[in-house]
């Protein structure tokens, strides 16, 4: 691997770790960084609440829903970041404790991120995700 392909491979997994944490402390302009502008995020496998959207109306959803959140962690790992130019496929596995509103035992998930990113003149970023659940134990509504 050439030093190009390392440094890009350090950015890709340096934006993954910024969608976590501002997923994590509600700080959504972080989260919105890590996208391009028009962007399409699916998260459609973890709740059929949440429809197919393009960034800022994403970001929009998830500070209305997860915001309201008393905690969360996001761990990635497992990250896979596959280089083709200017361009890149990736799959991180996530996972994913949290305490939901309401709910007075916390819930656990985890699953797969399958991120297209583009490389931008503002350094990497995703233009698409896609969100597969594998599982999710104490989902709201009783099932998982």
Known sequence: MDLQA????LEISEQLARYARGVDTNDFELWKSVFTPEAVIDYTSTS???PVAKR?????MLE??????PWKLHYITNTEIDLDGDRARVIAQFYNPMQLPGMAEPSYCGGYYFHD?????DGWKSEKLVEQLV???NKPGGAG
């Open 135 to 137: 599982w999710f134990v």
């Open 6 to 9: 390392l440094a890009d491979k």
């Open 64 to 69: 209305q829903g997860l915001g309201k959140a």
């Open 117 to 121: 990113f583009v490389r931008t003149p």
């Open 48 to 50: 059929s609440l949440l």
């Open 56 to 60: 800022d109306e994403m970001a929009i």
